[in-house]
Structures are given as structure tokens and as C-alpha cells.
């Protein structure tokens, strides 16, 4: 089992409607989670961070943990052509000092 | 602000040629850590530098080798280059993991 697992879509939505990005970890010590964008041929760029248990909302975008069954999810409400992109999922390594990330979610927004 | 800057942004190689990777960033930030990425396989950790005077090999280390010149600087190094190092590298710097990474550009390195 990889230690950070994603669908790797495409997932495709029509502009206005929610999309809904999984991501599956196996470690169970893990306690911060991160959601990176990346637009082709750009670097990645931090998008949300949450940390324990619960819920956070940043604009257009949720990010919600479920610690009891390893998966974080990313929202994004009324999504809009340019939330086109490839969304990497990221977890602390064992040893807390790196980023393990999931393969991607490919997300298309059609006008 | 700059960030993290990477040089070059392209290179073409032949295989067989070395070549230098450069990373810098301007964030005072003590890890710094080297990535690549390939369709279909995410990133992947080359090596990284959790402070200064440290370097550690991460998931796919073979190939390379990494200089952490000072706090600022971070160096890939490919000795002999084959094509199955073409690919996108990041460099990336953070001040600490709760914080998360901040990326450099990317250099996109072809092996012919």
C-alpha cells in the first residue's frame, strides 16, 4: 500500500458545481495534511494545510479530516475554469521531516 | 521576493554528460529538498537537507549526489546522466512542516 494514495481522474465538473478531491494515508501517527495545486507545466503551489481532526475553510475551498478511516478531502465550492489543475495531496513522513505525496487528482472544470 | 529560485529552467543532455542543479532561496528556511517528477508517478523525493551540514537520501537517491553549500544553497548532481533521468526537478525549502513547502520552478532535463 502506498503511503499516500489519490485518483488520479480526470475528474471533470461543471463551472459552479463542488468538486470533491479524496486522499487516502496509511499512516495513523500522521497528525497535518497538506493540498498543493499544480497547473501544467508549473511548480506546485500550497493551497491548504489542516491539522488534526475537523474541518477548515479558506474561501472557496474546504479541506476535512477523517483520522478514523486516514483520509482528507479537498471542497471546492462553485468551481471555476482556472480550479483546473492537478491537486497533489501531502503527508510528514514517519520521521516528520519530509513530505510523502499522493500521485495527484486531475480535476477539469467545463464552462 | 524571490523564494526559491532554480537554474536552469532547461537542459538537454547526452547520456553520459554531468551537470549541476542549482536551488537557492531567500526565505531563511533550514530544510531544503530535491524532487522529481514523472507522469504518473508523482513526486518523488531525491534527497534533502533538514539543516545546513546535513543531507540525507530520500526515495529514489541513485544517480545523483547533493551539496548543501550554505543555508541558501541546495545542489543536485548528476554524474553520468541516463535516460531515465529525464524528468521535471523541484527544489523546494521550508521553514518547518507545519508550514509545508515552497517551490522552486522547476527544471525540465531531457537525456537524449
Known amino acids: 500500500q502506498k503511503e499516500v494514495e489519490q485518483n488520479s481522474g480526470p475528474l471533470s465538473v461543471p463551472e459552479g458545481a463542488i468538486a470533491s478531491l479524496n486522499c487516502t494515508y496509511s499512516?495513523?501517527?500522521?497528525?497535518?495534511f497538506f493540498w498543493y495545486r499544480q497547473y501544467s507545466g508549473k511548480s506546485p503551489e500550497l493551497i491548504m494545510f489542516?491539522?488534526?481532526?475537523g474541518d477548515k475553510e479558506d474561501g472557496r475551498f474546504t479541506a476535512q479530516l477523517n483520522k478514523a478511516s486516514q483520509y482528507v478531502s479537498l471542497l471546492i465550492r462553485d468551481s471555476q475554469p482556472s480550479d483546473s489543475a492537478t491537486y497533489l495531496c501531502a503527508v510528514p513522513g514517519a520521521a516528520g521531516n519530509k513530505l510523502t505525496f499522493g500521485g495527484g487528482t486531475r480535476v477539469l472544470v467545463k464552462p | 521576493n524571490a523564494g526559491v529560485t532554480q537554474t536552469p529552467k532547461f537542459q538537454v543532455l547526452k547520456t553520459g554528460q554531468s551537470m549541476t542543479l542549482q536551488c537557492a532561496q531567500d526565505m531563511n528556511h533550514n530544510s531544503m529538498y530535491w524532487y522529481r517528477q514523472d507522469p504518473g508517478m508523482g513526486l518523488r523525493l531525491i534527497y534533502y537537507s533538514a539543516s545546513e551540514g546535513t543531507t540525507d537520501k530520500g526515495e529514489v537517491p541513485n544517480g545523483y549526489n547533493v551539496s548543501r553549500l550554505n543555508k541558501r544553497e541546495f545542489s543536485l548532481r548528476l554524474e553520468s546522466a541516463a535516460p531515465s533521468q529525464t524528468s521535471v526537478y523541484f527544489c523546494a525549502s521550508s521553514s518547518g512542516l507545519n508550514y509545508g513547502y515552497t517551490f522552486g520552478s522547476g527544471t525540465r532535463l531531457t537525456v537524449v
Open positions: 499512516d495513523r501517527g500522521s497528525q497535518s
Open positions: 489542516i491539522y488534526s481532526n
